[in-house]
């Protein structure tokens, strides 16, 4: 992987991780910095040029490395908390809401796995029940992995976890990581999966319907379990596409085999929504959800195209491995 330029926390740049990120890129500067907050967080940047050729950013996460879920976000466990050791991917979805809610397109990532890693395991141990860990809520777990090796160092970590699940979430094939590990019960491969249509307009940079289909397969194979994650789903006029979407996803992969499925509307804050607006009026995308906020038109037709997927999905998946999110 090439990157210009990195930026390493004082902190951390005699980190293990810190010094073999660094070995696994082709990159012309190293700079120094004291917190990442000073490259990340002014507000002067441009979201969209960076985007074009990110830097990296390496840095120490403090405080509030693993929280709570909202209430719905759920795969049937009664704990859930997600966490995000990185911020920001290669893929430039348009209805991505980091655009909104951070002002640097830089990756961003948090090199002290072993924290957030301990506060899991402090989490499992205070509950009693089984509580799910949700990895990529604000990056795509495996489309780093060569250059983080997170999720490698999480699958050896939740092998010795009880009463711990880890989905990792992700639009990514890079799938040669879980291909080298046993496949644990505890650890869930979920996809992010919408019709070629959608991934045409509005998922610049990821692969294909077909690839993700062909790459939960391989997995399947190797005895894991997959969770598929319609998320979010894209409304169209026409029925028929979705319907045939489904029919095309059940046909290509494993049944037997899935672990869960969700569904989820496109939802992103208003202030977010704004935003965007400004710096992407091109984004035909955000520009027709911006106005349906103002006008208040959507949410009798999310019901009613909700409905549409459950029943489509009904027809391969029991409806208790379904879950709105």
């Known amino acids: 992987m090439k990157i210009k330029t990195i930026y390493v926390e004082d902190k951390i740049k005699d980190h ?32 969209r040029i960076q985007k074009q050729f990110p830097s990296l950013i390496l840095a120490k996460k403090d405080g509030n490395l693993v929280q709570k879920a909202p209430r719905d976000f759920s795969i049937g466990y009664k704990n859930n ?96 990581v879980l291909k080298k590990k046993k496949p644990l019960p505890n650890v869930i491969p979920a996809f992010s999966l919408n019709p070629q249509f959608v991934i045409n307009n509005f998922e610049d940079k990821t692969p294909s319907l077909l690839k993700r289909l062909n790459a939960i397969s391989t997995l399947q194979k190797s005895e894991w379990y997959v969770g598929l994650r319609f998320d979010p789903i894209v409304w169209n006029d026409s029925d028929e596409k979705y319907i045939s979407f ?9 049944i037997s085999r899935v672990h869960s499925v969700t569904l989820g509307n496109f939802r992103m804050p208003s202030t977010y929504l704004k935003k965007i607006s400004k710096i992407m009026p091109d ?16 949410e009798e037709k999310k019901n009613e195209k909700t409905e549409l997927c459950i029943k489509q999905i009904s027809k391969f998946i029991d409806k208790s491995k379904i879950f709105l999110n």
């Open 246 to 254: 489904f029919n095309k996803v059940f046909k290509n992969i494993d």
């Open 283 to 298: 984004n035909y995308f955000i520009q027709y959800e911006n106005s349906k906020r103002v006008l208040n038109l959507q």
């Open 81 to 176: 908390y997600y966490f995000s050791h990185m911020f920001n991917c290669p893929y430039d979805c348009k209805y991505c809401y980091l655009q909104g809610m951070l002002n640097s397109a830089n990756y961003l990532i948090f090199v002290n796995y072993e924290d957030f890693l301990n506060e899991i395991k402090t989490i499992t141990l205070k509950n009693k029940d089984t509580t799910c860990f949700f990895s990529g809520y604000d990056c795509d777990s495996l489309a780093l992995e060569k250059l983080t090796r997170f999720v490698e160092k999480s699958i050896n970590y939740f092998e010795k976890i009880n009463k711990g699940i880890l989905e990792i979430r992700s639009k990514s094939i890079n799938i040669e």
């Open 16 to 47: 293990k991780n810190t010094k073999q990120i660094i070995s696994r890129i082709k990159y012309e500067n190293l700079i120094y910095c004291d917190h990442y907050s000073e490259v990340f967080n002014p507000s002067n940047q441009n979201f």
